[in-house]
């Protein structure tokens, strides 16, 4: 079983930049690939970037490429999401997820989620 914190959330006015973090417990941080998704209000959660578990892949959201960055570190059980070039639309709550498959968009082929962490936006 995987425990997921996320944290780095917060207010930034647009142009800027944020990075999130996600900390795994357990020692099988490795075997899982993980996943970073996003919900504003009103909608459904979706697909913002993955890593494969060994971060050697990566996948990313039409509306985030080239402007974020997924890595991990499995030494320290840490999934990073580095955001930049941030816009209004980004405005969501922002969950980290574990789960089998690299890259899948489906949420609900995940099988841990954090409680998630806020970002604003402002324009």
């Given at each position: 079983?995987?425990?997921?914190?996320?944290?780095?959330?917060?207010?930034?006015?647009?142009?800027g930049?944020?990075?999130?973090?996600?900390?795994?417990?357990?020692?099988?941080?490795?075997?899982?690939?993980?996943?970073?998704?996003?919900?504003?209000?009103?909608?459904?959660?979706?697909?913002?970037a993955?890593?494969?578990?060994?971060?050697?892949?990566?996948?990313?959201?039409?509306?985030?490429?080239?402007?974020?960055?997924?890595?991990?570190?499995?030494?320290?059980?840490?999934?990073?999401?580095?955001?930049?070039?941030?816009?209004?639309?980004?405005?969501?709550?922002?969950?980290?997820?574990?789960?089998?498959?690299?890259?899948?968009?489906?949420?609900?082929?995940?099988?841990?989620?954090?409680?998630g962490?806020?970002?604003?936006?402002?324009?």
């Amino acid at each position: 079983q995987v425990q997921l914190v996320e944290s780095g959330g917060g207010l930034v006015q647009a142009g800027g930049s944020l990075r999130l973090s996600c900390a795994a417990s357990g020692r099988t941080f490795s075997s899982y690939a993980m996943g970073w998704f996003r919900q504003a209000p009103g909608k459904e959660r979706g697909f913002v970037a993955g890593i494969s578990r060994s971060g050697g892949a990566t996948y990313y959201g039409d509306s985030v490429k080239g402007r974020f960055t997924i890595s991990r570190d499995n030494a320290k059980n840490t999934v990073l999401l580095q955001m930049n070039s941030l816009k209004p639309e980004d405005t969501a709550v922002y969950y980290c997820a574990a789960g089998p498959y690299s890259g899948s968009v489906r949420p609900g082929q995940y099988s841990y989620w954090g409680q998630g962490t806020q970002v604003t936006v402002s324009s």
